[in-house]
């Protein structure tokens, strides 16, 4: 299927996508890795929860106890990662999104609390998650994913494609907006559609260049296909 392959090589923009590192919801695979999959999906929803779409008044870094969770978090993905390249111990893809979700969560708060800042002129004086009713809904759509993408029912298998599409190209949009309203200044009069396109823009650039480089250093594409019912080959 035509969307199925369109994704695939949007994830190769970004990801090794080796076959057994691959998230399945039954013999579908996702077109990024397990980790790539976790911090994207993580990054992305607690800042939407936590920024896009409500607490846009609260731009005070988070309470101590979150930030070092959070620092916690990064850690552990650092851990998993290093322990299992060096050859250590072996990781599982479970394991991989966890630890990728703990470090998109971990870097979500400190995140939400500067689009609130730079883009919606959010008061500093007011922390992001120091409220138990925010604590409450980023612990309800976080939980929503991880049991999404750690149960992966094979009916759900589109809702986890298009939720991981959305946040990896979410995650990317918000970086560049933040870059956007540092770089122009004069932040803090709410999201712009200029703005907001410019951030668009250079998402697509960053993701095309990469791509390229990707297929110039690998030499060649990616494997096909991620979205197909038969596993991509080795």
């Not at 916690?72 to 299992?84: K, Q, R, Y």
């Not at 250093?217 to 080795?234: L, Q």
């Amino acid at each position: 299927m035509w969307w199925d392959s369109w994704l695939w090589e949007l994830g190769f923009a970004i990801c090794h996508q080796r076959p057994e590192r691959l998230l399945r919801f039954g013999e579908r695979a996702l077109f990024v890795c397990s980790r790539d999959t976790g911090l994207f999906v993580s990054f992305f929803t607690l800042v939407l929860v936590l920024s896009l779409l409500r607490g846009r008044d609260r731009a005070g870094m988070p309470p101590w106890p979150l930030m070092a969770v959070g620092a916690a978090g990064i850690l552990f993905m650092v851990w998993d990662g290093f322990t299992s390249y060096l050859g250590w111990r072996e990781s599982t893809n479970a394991l991989r999104f966890l630890s990728g979700f703990a470090a998109g969560a971990g870097m979500a708060f400190p995140g939400a609390a500067l689009v609130n800042r730079e883009v919606f002129a959010g008061d500093r004086s007011r922390k992001v998650g120091s409220r138990p009713v925010d604590l409450a809904a980023a612990g309800l759509a976080g939980g929503a994913a991880v049991l999404l993408y750690l149960w992966r029912p094979s009916p759900f298998f589109r809702l986890g494609q298009l939720w991981l599409l959305a946040s990896m190209l979410g995650t990317f949009w918000v970086l560049n907006l933040l870059l956007v309203y540092l770089v122009a200044g004069k932040g803090g009069g709410g999201l712009t559609a200029g703005r907001a396109a410019m951030a668009a823009l250079l998402t697509v650039l960053e993701l095309a260049g990469s791509y390229w480089l990707h297929r110039l250093f690998s030499a060649g594409g990616p494997a096909p296909v991620a979205g197909s019912r038969r596993a991509p080959p080795a």
